[in-house]
C-alpha cells in the first residue's frame, strides 16, 4: 500500500506550483474504502496563504465526504525525508491520531510515523466540556 500512494505523490509533486521557493512537494491520502486523493503545493505571493500539499489532498477528499483515512505520503525534490510541518500535523491529527504518515524522498525512499508520533501533544476540542484549567 505505501508503494501506491507515494508513487502518487510523486506524481502530484510534478503539478506544484512553487514559483518563489522552488521547492515541490506532492501528497497523496488513502482512505479507509481504499480511494486515493492527491495534492500539491500551491504558493502565493503573500506568502502566508500558500497551501502545503498535505492539506490540499485532505481537503479535497473531505470535499468529497471522505472523513476516515488510513495513510497519506508526503514527497519532495529533496534527498531527505520531506515531514510535514505543525499546520498540516495539526489538519492530520483532526481525522485520526493513528494515520500512518510516510515522509518520503525523492527516491521514494521513506520513514513511516503516527500522526500521534509527529504531534504528542496535539489540540483536542473537547465540546461541552469548556477549556482546560
Known amino acids: 500500500m505505501p508503494e501506491k500512494i507515494i508513487k502518487e505523490a510523486l506524481s502530484s509533486r510534478e503539478k506544484a506550483y512553487a514559483p518563489y ?26 506568502y502566508g496563504l500558500t497551501c502545503c500539499a498535505e492539506r490540499v ?4 477528499a473531505v470535499s468529497e465526504g471522505e472523513k ?5 505520503a508526503v514527497v519532495s525534490d529533496s534527498e531527505e525525508y520531506c515531514r510535514p510541518c505543525g499546520a498540516c500535523r495539526q489538519v492530520m491529527a483532526q481525522f485520526g491520531a493513528e494515520i500512518r504518515v510516510y515522509m518520503c ?3 521514494g525512499e521513506y520513514e513511516v510515523k503516527t500522526v500521534a508520533d509527529l ?4 489540540f483536542e476540542l473537547v465540546f461541552g466540556k469548556g477549556c482546560p484549567e
Open 119 to 122: 504531534l504528542p501533544d496535539r
Open 68 to 72: 476516515d483515512f488510513k495513510a497519506i
Open 21 to 46: 521557493s522552488g521547492f515541490r512537494v506532492g501528497a497523496a491520502v488513502i482512505t479507509g474504502g481504499d480511494k486515493i486523493y492527491t495534492g500539491c503545493n500551491i504558493e502565493n505571493s503573500s
Open 57 to 60: 489532498a485532505l481537503f479535497k
Open 105 to 107: 524522498n525523492n527516491k
